[in-house]
């Protein structure tokens, strides 16, 4: 079986949040279950590696309007049984990942990916991308008469465009441009290209593959996902979790622990960084994104700050994280802004709970890193949080307002009073697998499925 992902990020290389995760271990593991394995991303200016020159090519047909010629560099890494191929375009040479004209830029690196490969004597029997960045290889890849699986990590980002500008990005033929296929409200939308020229949908849960199917969580494609549902080509497969990178008994960041007990340092330091007194420490490591409910904590903080320590790390939505610096006046309060991986490290560890009041939660990796260190999440049942959390683990709540957040800390608050329940509880959060195995092998079932 041979598999090429596509995909925007990829863990070490380049990461802004879980789909980075989740590219920097799904491949290894399908390499070591006997897949052959290339990932296919962009070649960042910010990149976090060195690739190898392998190939470099003068493209002048991709540039929309009249543009001087380019040349496409690709790099490769080959990692741990997983060949890396990174495809450098002049668009892509910016520090950071994302910018406003990112459909622009990925319908060139989308146009890019099969030549490229075609050159470099890749063969696929899958194309799997990932995300809206990946839609148009999919379309590609199908159109080309190769098996596909288009995974949506998140469906709220649709990577959206005025259709007569973008039509033309995308170099596809004109009937791909209507409704039954790319156009979607008067705009191109790659999200849809994925979600149609796919062979297999999944996604990262099987509680959000339901979901989606819904006008609450469908982002308005829940009439093209139930009919995938009735046609039966979407289906959820759970995340997992690096467990070698998580792992509080050899963590270098944290004092490390393998039971509850052995906890207690971890707190301390996390709990001496910020010089917060004696009461329970509430952790929260996230974007700052309306997806992940942050107003709703802010809004609880007056409320919560009777009883925890909070100490919030995450950066994105300015608003968020001003109200969050507010916020860091009070002595119970500490905010730290943007990706800071050792700090992460050190609140999964140091905290006592793990808040997670998500509007929407796809799979969400956080959860499972929290109980692995004895942080026991508070969640709402969403997405991914529904199918990871039990409720002999976690405390739970459904409605997304300020009240249910607090009413389930003061449940846990009320638990945490009764130190036997409390660290029974750890011990069971701490002894779930969360390993790759189990969701590699399913990804690889439906490869071979493709085939018939
Ligand atoms: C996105 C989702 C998150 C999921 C991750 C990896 O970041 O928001 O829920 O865990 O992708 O699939």
């Given at each position: 079986m041979r598999v090429v992902h596509v995909a925007a990020e990829v863990f070490p290389f380049s990461r802004s949040g879980g789909l980075g995760d989740v590219l920097g271990v799904l491949p290894e593991v399908l390499a070591a279950q006997g897949a052959q394995t290339t990932v296919v991303s962009p070649w960042y200016g910010s990149l976090a590696g060195q690739p190898t020159e392998v190939w470099r090519s003068v493209v002048p047909e991709l540039r929309a309007g009249p543009a001087p010629i380019f040349e496409v560099r690709v790099g490769e890494i080959v990692q741990n049984g997983v060949q890396y191929l990174f495809i450098g375009l002049p668009e892509f040479d910016r520090p950071g990942l994302y910018f406003d004209d990112d459909v622009h830029r990925f319908c060139l690196f989308g146009r890019t990916v099969l030549p490229m490969l075609r050159q470099l004597g890749v063969a696929a029997d899958v194309v799997h991308g990932h995300d809206w960045q990946a839609g148009l290889v999919v379309a590609y890849a199908h159109l080309a008469g190769l098996k596909t699986v288009f995974s949506v990590h998140n469906l709220q980002y649709q990577g959206r465009w005025n259709l007569e500008e973008a039509a033309r990005w995308t170099g596809l033929p004109q009937w791909t441009l209507g409704p039954d296929a790319l156009e979607f409200h008067g705009d191109l939308n790659l999200m849809k290209a994925g979600l149609t020229f796919a062979d297999a949908v999944t996604t990262v849960s099987p509680t959000y593959a339901q979901e989606i199917t819904t006008p609450e969580y469908g982002e308005g494609l829940q009439g093209l996902l139930v009919r995938l549902t009735i046609e039966g080509r979407l289906s959820g497969i759970l995340n997992g979790l690096d467990q070698e990178r998580w792992d509080p008994r050899t963590d270098p960041d944290v004092p490390q622990f393998g039971d509850p007990a052995g906890k207690a340092a971890a707190t301390a330091l996390l709990r001496g960084e910020f010089g917060l007194d004696d009461a329970p420490i509430l952790g929260v490591v996230s974007r700052l994104a309306d997806q992940k409910g942050i107003d709703l904590l802010i809004e609880a903080l007056p409320e919560l700050i009777l009883h925890w320590n909070v100490v919030v790390l995450g950066g994105g939505d300015p608003l968020l994280s001003a109200a969050l610096s507010g916020w860091a006046q009070h002595p119970r309060v500490a905010y730290v802004g943007g990706l800071n991986e050792p700090l992460a490290h050190r609140i999964y560890a140091g905290a006592d709970i793990f808040a997670m009041p998500s509007r929407?939660?796809?799979?969400?990796?956080s959860q499972m890193i929290s109980m692995r260190y004895g942080t026991l999440p508070v969640v709402r049942l969403t997405g991914g949080l529904v199918d990871t959390v039990p409720a002999d683990i976690g405390f739970r709540f459904t409605d997304a307002t300020p009240q249910a957040l607090s009413a389930a800390c003061a449940e846990a608050q009320a638990e945490y009073d009764r130190p036997e329940a409390w660290q029974a509880r750890m011990e069971r959060g701490m002894a779930l697998d969360f390993g790759w195995q189990g969701p590699a092998a399913q990804y690889l079932a439906l490869y071979g499925r493709l085939g018939r």
């Open positions: 929407f939660e796809p799979c969400g990796l």
